[in-house]
């Protein structure tokens, strides 16, 4: 099987696929980020779907995105010539494609289509037929109309193309989804759709901000891209992954579904959007938030489907074997019912941004904050299930009341410099009573350092976040300590762990993952902050050695196996990457650097 590193992205700003280095697209849902997939091979084997399109007798592959798009070019030479793959997802409408070009480029080369679909997560097998020099793939509600001048055949419940391409020829390949209750689409056009999707995001690229470092301006385009195809746009909401069940750690059980839109990424993803001059995008991410969050305060989720959606219901999928055997495969998330109470200062720190920058200040956006501040008044003294959605018992952890912190001191600070009316002396009340029970039940003198929640021993990489939204200056001492402490106890070959995951652990989950890649990245964050510049820029150089020769970083990463865990590619580390970025050139504001200011 593939290693994660080994997948590309493309995708239509409603959902992605991810196409193997070795030609196969080995994962597709359709037709929105969070719908059952058509391509499980990823978590299964090749009898859950798959689409290969690669040469019949082998060869050697190179890949590249083509120049500021999504346009994914696989160069495959071979014994008998060279040829050229064009994998993309032109962002056309309500009917997604994908469109697939074969180019040979000298001699002539075999080439071979296999396209194996399976709707509902490789479960079921659709009927197919030919229609209108189509065939058409059909079980419930899904369709899907395969189109190609080259000849196809039915072989095992498969469809299989073989073709031979010489210099100069281009055979295109078209996979367009319908419901299949209504007319079959018209025919794409691949050429023309191959223009319109590089013009699509070759004039989005275009109005990113100018103002990046040299040395760093091709990855952070790329890592804004990533972002963009992530996003939903008839929505505005952004996804954390377009996958679910990609494992933490390889035949280990914490295997989720990250195909929905977390409120914790919300300041960040605000903050990197403006900064990169995309306050279009910023303006629809804030709008989704605001419909997203509307409703009684004490109902407010961690997580929300790409339209807002709350019942996000967990299921296990046991006819898929698993990502390297790494089962259950569950699609859904139970940790959208979770109280974390962190939330409540993500929305807050993120709405005051989105003020700051100069996006809308409709009055109803207030009023639904004032419910919220209002709610967690009192809702900050219970113990929740914190930032990394433990499936055990509730704490009172440190990271959550720091962001209930975030929340009143964003609002004291929206009726000081934004002009808004509020209870603003009561919330610096709750605030300072917030930040006393923190230093005073959430610092260890022994350890020299904050601790994972009251009365506990434990470290956790979220106690770096502590500096970077505000709540105590780098140069407290006890910043200093705590990240002295994530040093000494969280470092795994130079890259940090979230927690020490043990038996019977604060999780309630078997021990077992990798190094978690936006933490390393806060700890780049937090050296710069105390004066460790080069200690930062190290750190960052090797975070840069994780990605994958496209640019892509996973959530985590096994520095023994030395490759990538977890759902891929995901919108939090990039979020990360982009901070950072800003965070080690000195004469950038970094985006976090808006959050601590003041």
Same mark, same amino acid.
């Given at each position: 099987m593939a290693r994660i590193e080994d997948y590309a992205l493309i995708g239509d700003l409603h959902t992605a696929a991810l196409v193997e280095r070795g030609g196969s697209i080995d994962w597709l849902c359709l037709p929105r980020f969070d719908s059952g997939a058509c391509f499980a091979a990823l978590l299964g084997d090749t009898e859950n779907g798959r689409w290969l399109l690669a040469p019949a007798g082998g060869g050697t592959s190179s890949r590249r995105s083509f120049d500021d798009t999504l346009v994914l070019e696989t160069t495959w030479e071979t014994e008998t010539g060279v040829a050229r793959v064009l994998d993309f997802m032109p962002p056309r409408g309500h009917a997604p494609d994908v469109v697939r070009i074969v180019e040979g480029l000298s001699g002539t080369v075999a080439m071979r289509s296999e396209l194996v679909i399976r709707f509902d997560y490789g479960r079921i097998v659709p009927w197919v037929r030919r229609v209108d020099h189509a065939r058409i793939a059909v079980a419930g509600p899904d369709a899907l109309a395969f189109r190609t001048p080259a000849r196809t055949r039915g072989v095992n419940m498969r469809t299989v193309s073989e073709l031979a391409v010489g210099e100069g020829e281009r055979v295109p390949f078209v996979l367009t989804w319908y419901p299949s209750?209504?007319?079959?689409? %018209? !025919?794409?056009?691949?050429?023309? /759709?191959?223009?319109? @999707?590089?013009?699509?995001? &070759?004039?989005?690229?275009?109005?990113?901000?100018?103002?990046?470092?040299?040395?760093?301006?091709?990855?952070?385009?790329?890592?804004?891209?990533?972002?963009?195809?992530?996003?939903? %746009? !008839?929505?505005?909401?952004?996804? /954390?992954?377009?996958? @679910?069940?990609?494992?933490? &750690?390889?035949?280990?059980?914490?295997?989720?579904?990250?195909?929905?839109?977390?409120l914790r990424d919300a300041t960040l993803t605000l903050l990197a959007l403006l900064q990169a001059g995309q306050a279009q995008e910023a303006a629809a991410w804030r709008l989704w938030l605001l419909r997203a969050v509307a409703g009684d305060p004490a109902d407010v989720q961690i997580m929300y489907g790409v339209a807002g959606e709350r019942r996000l219901t967990e299921l296990e999928l046991p006819w898929l074997a698993g990502y390297e055997g790494s089962r259950p495969v569950r699609v859904g998330n139970a940790a959208s019912g979770q109280l974390q109470l962190d939330v409540y200062g993500e929305v807050l720190d993120a709405l005051f941004h989105s003020r700051a920058a100069g996006l809308l200040t409709e009055h109803p956006a207030w009023e639904l904050q004032l419910g919220l501040l209002e709610h967690l008044e009192e809702a900050w003294r219970e113990p929740d299930e914190g930032i990394w959605e433990i499936r055990g018992e509730r704490r009172h952890f440190v990271h959550s009341k720091v962001m209930a912190w975030v929340a009143f001191d964003r609002a004291v600070r929206t009726v000081e410099t934004q002009g808004l009316d509020g209870p603003v002396e009561r919330w610096r009340a709750v605030r300072d009573e917030i930040r006393a029970e923190v230093c005073g039940r959430g610092f260890d003198g022994e350890l020299g350092s904050f601790t994972q929640s009251y009365g506990s021993k434990e470290l956790d990489a979220s106690l770096l976040l502590l500096p970077l939204v505000g709540f105590l200056p780098a140069s407290d001492p006890r910043i200093r300590g705590t990240v002295e402490a994530v040093e000494r106890e969280l470092l795994e070959d130079g890259f940090v762990r979230r927690y020490r995951s043990r038996e019977g652990g604060v999780d309630g989950l078997p021990p077992g993952e990798g190094v978690f890649l936006p933490c390393s990245f806060w700890l780049v964050d937090c050296y710069e902050l105390i004066g460790r510049h080069e200690d930062a820029v190290a750190l960052f150089d090797r975070l840069l050695g994780v990605a994958n020769d496209l640019g892509l970083f996973s959530e985590e990463y096994d520095p023994a196996a030395g490759r990538l865990l977890g759902n891929f590619p995901q919108a939090f580390t990039h979020l990360a990457f982009v901070n950072s970025v800003f965070t080690v050139t000195p004469h950038l504001q970094s985006p976090m650097s808006r959050r601590h200011a003041g």
């Open positions: 209750y209504e007319e079959l689409p %018209e !025919p794409v056009d691949p050429e023309e /759709a191959l223009a319109e @999707t590089k013009r699509f995001w &070759r004039d989005w690229t275009a109005g990113i901000s100018t103002d990046f470092p040299d040395e760093w301006s091709e990855r952070l385009r790329r890592c804004l891209i990533v972002l963009k195809a992530l996003t939903h %746009e !008839p929505t505005g909401g952004i996804v /954390a992954a377009p996958t @679910t069940s990609l494992p933490e &750690r390889i035949g280990g059980i914490r295997n989720w579904d990250y195909r929905y839109c977390w």
